[in-house]
Antibody, heavy 121, light 108 residues
């Protein structure tokens, strides 16, 4: 059974940093691209960042480019999102999602339950 | 970059057919995927590559894509189908993954 378990969310002040983690199990993590998607309170889904299976390629939404870094540790089956210079508009539930491709996730067949990030003073 | 336009809400009577649209210029040339999200839960993939269903998704849920509109069709709607539905595609010109704004389906 595929499982994705996010952690690392919490309350952070504007300008602060946070690192999200996503522990994966139930599939060969190193074969698949992975993605972070976020959802602000009461709003829709927003793609944030994706990474290819071997971390050769990384992709970012314009809203987070330069402030966030996606990475993965295939030896630990774990996906990360380092978030810096956080703003109030980054407040959201952050979901980890498994892609179906190796280089291009294409679409997302499994999702974690999400971790809440709140940016507020 | 691609902007996917969905109606904010769709209502359907139990047992009837609901159609949720996702519009964009020449979207028919892209592969469109659909997700269902119930309150307080993570999204679930219900249709991929325009019209394929993952295992466990009932045949009542189907998809199509042509011209400037992709459509998610839910036949014989049930109370359990009430949820937000999102379309999604990959924009190869920007290497961005794009979601529609979402449609709230109400089964009256």
């Amino acid at each position: 059974e595929v499982q994705l378990l996010e952690s690392g969310g919490g309350l952070v002040q504007p300008g602060g940093s946070l690192r999200l983690s996503c522990a994966a199990s139930g599939f060969t993590f190193s074969n698949f691209a992975m993605t972070w998607v976020r959802q602000a309170p009461g709003k829709g889904l927003e793609w944030v960042s994706s990474i290819s299976f071997s971390a050769t390629y990384t992709y970012y939404a314009d809203s987070v480019k330069g402030r966030c870094t996606i990475s993965r540790d295939n030896s630990k089956n774990t996906l990360y999102l380092q978030m810096n210079s956080l703003r109030a508009e980054d407040t959201a539930v952050y979901y980890c999602a498994k892609g179906v491709g190796g280089y291009n996730p294409n679409y997302f067949d499994f999702w974690g339950q999400g971790t809440l990030v709140t940016v507020s003073s | 970059s691609y902007v996917l336009t969905q109606p904010p809400s769709v209502s359907v009577a139990p047992g009837q057919t609901a159609r949720i649209t996702c519009g964009a210029n020449n979207i028919g040339a892209k592969s469109v995927h659909w997700y269902q999200q119930k309150p307080g839960q993570a999204p679930v993939l219900v249709v991929y590559n325009d019209s394929d269903r993952p295992s466990g998704i009932p045949e009542r849920i189907s998809g199509s894509n042509s011209g400037s509109t992709a459509t998610l069709t839910i036949s014989r709607a049930e109370a359990g189908d009430e949820a937000d539905y999102y379309c999604q595609l990959w924009d190869g010109s920007t290497d961005h993954w794009v979601f529609g704004g979402g449609t709230k389906l109400t089964v009256l």
